[in-house]
């Protein structure tokens, strides 16, 4: 679970400062102001991990990526390709990592959290180039260990502290330069006696970032028949295209969840389908084969209860626009960060409010006995959605260290990131100015505007 981020001269961010992740993070904003950019940025790191070309410091994309954010100048804040772009990433651990001085078995580092601050600088031909990476071990708010290895003009360099790496024996030989982003190249790793552990840092920021998964704000729209022939899709997709072989998969496998503690556990598919219905879009959902033996499945929905059942297609389209947000949330491996744009788009406010609900059930739900410690980062514009968080904190359903939310604005000197204070009783104590509009002024100017029809009115009705 990512517990914070911050990003350097990236895109509208000169820098957003540490940000603090929590299991619910909500980043509202006005348009074009620079939030989808921290999605971007993840997505980017994603693709990297997934590409066999070690030598990529990172993967800028292409029409066949998970994001194709073009140049380094389209990518570094003012298309300054003079800056370095920097990133920094924390996370929580599922295990502690415990570290040992094979030269002394007294000397133990041990951390439930781990650092990633790196440094990406344009080569010659403006590619990204790792300038130098560092990761640090944290038990609470005390750095156990911390690693650096990059470069120093030509020559590239690894340093351990307070651990001391030692050399192997008749190798002399200079160290490699970083691999990717994140990676020691086994020829480096090679070059020490005691260097073997660098690699659970390696497998850990692999482990998070395999474990991230986008939903975009533009989703696929219903189709008639969906076809799935027993696969199991990592995710819905980035257009929530996958969603219904995704649900199969799950119920297929026998997967069951539950809401949170002492609640009952459900088949996926009725899982899902008790959520629909209680956000108050349908009455009962279900999918099923076109006919015995065949590979292709239609989506039926009846909106009340009573009325003949429908096809997806033939129904408002926010259900076809919710369906993948919500099958996402609790699909996702466990542990998984998953960051979605708009999971409200389409939505009736009563519905967006529920939707909250939804996803606070999310990072509480439980599978096979065990917290699922899903993490959700949401991209929002919705009120309601908000108000219904707040609500939740006030009646205790959901404590305020388990949520965080965000106002993203765009100023002069690019994006601005401000951190809204919620309390015990679900205030936010510093509102931002025009967080969701100007509502006093919308509601002065109606009333001014109804004074001055009722003034003509009388005076047209005096003149008569």
């Known amino acids: 679970m990512l517990t914070e981020l911050r990003l350097q001269n990236f895109k509208a961010w000169g820098d957003t400062g540490p940000m603090r992740l929590a299991p619910l993070t909500v980043i509202f904003g006005t348009n074009s102001s620079g939030k989808s950019s921290l999605g971007h940025l993840l997505m980017a790191l994603k693709q990297t991990v997934m590409l066999a070309d070690y030598k990529r410091s990172l993967h800028l994309g292409d029409n066949k990526s998970l994001i194709d954010l073009g140049t380094y100048e389209d990518c570094v804040y003012g298309r300054d390709v003079t800056l370095p772009v920097e990133f920094e990433l924390r996370w929580k651990l599922n295990r502690a990592l415990s570290i040992k001085n094979i030269f002394d078995t007294s000397q133990v580092y041990q951390g439930r959290e781990l650092g990633l601050h790196t440094k990406i600088e344009p080569s010659e031909m403006l590619q990204p180039e790792t300038h130098r990476f560092d990761y640090s071990l944290w038990n609470n708010k005390e750095k156990t260990l911390n690693i650096s290895h990059g470069l120093e003009g030509d020559k590239a360099f690894l340093e351990c502290e307070p651990l001391k790496l030692v050399r192997a024996q008749g190798r002399g030989w200079p160290i490699e330069p ?71 998969a799950a119920t297929q496998q026998g997967r069951k969840l539950n809401r949170g503690p002492k609640q009952s556990y459900q088949p996926f598919n009725t899982f899902i389908a008790s959520w629909l219905k209680d956000l108050g879009i349908i009455h009962k959902f279900k999918v099923e084969p076109i006919a015995a033996g065949r590979k292709e499945y239609e989506v039926l929905i009846q909106v009340h209860a009573g009325v003949p059942w429908v096809k997806l297609t033939d129904v408002g389209f926010g259900v076809s626009q919710v369906l993948p947000a919500l099958v996402q949330a609790f699909y996702a491996p466990p542990n998984s960060v998953l960051w979605m744009e708009q999971p409200e788009i389409h939505l009736h406010p009563r519905v967006q409010a529920n939707l909250a609900d939804a996803f606070i059930s999310a990072i509480h739900a439980r599978e096979e006995g065990e917290n699922r410690n899903t993490q959700l980062i949401i991209e929002s514009h919705s009120e309601h959605f908000l108000n219904r968080l707040q609500r939740r904190i006030a009646e205790g359903v959901l404590k305020p260290d388990e949520v965080a939310v965000y106002f993203v604005t765009r100023k002069r000197n690019g994006a601005h990131l401000e951190s809204l204070r919620l309390n015990e009783y679900g205030d936010i104590e510093n509102w931002p100015d025009d967080f969701f509009g100007d509502d006093m002024e919308d509601i002065t100017q109606r009333a001014l505007a109804a004074a001055r029809k009722r003034q003509k009115k009388k005076a047209k009705e005096a003149g008569a």
Do not use: C, M
């Not at 027993?230 to 929530?240: A, L, N, R």
């Open 178 to 248: 970083p691999e990717k982003f994140y990676r020691f190249s086994d020829r480096t790793l090679s070059r020490y006696q005691n260097a073997d552990f660098l690699v659970q840092f390696v497998l850990q920021t692999e482990k998070l970032l395999e474990n991230f998964y986008h939903l975009g704000p533009l989703r696929s729209h219903p189709q008639r028949f969906y076809s799935w022939s027993g696969d199991t899709p990592s995710s819905v997709g980035t257009e929530g295209e996958l969603t219904i072989p995704a649900l199969l």
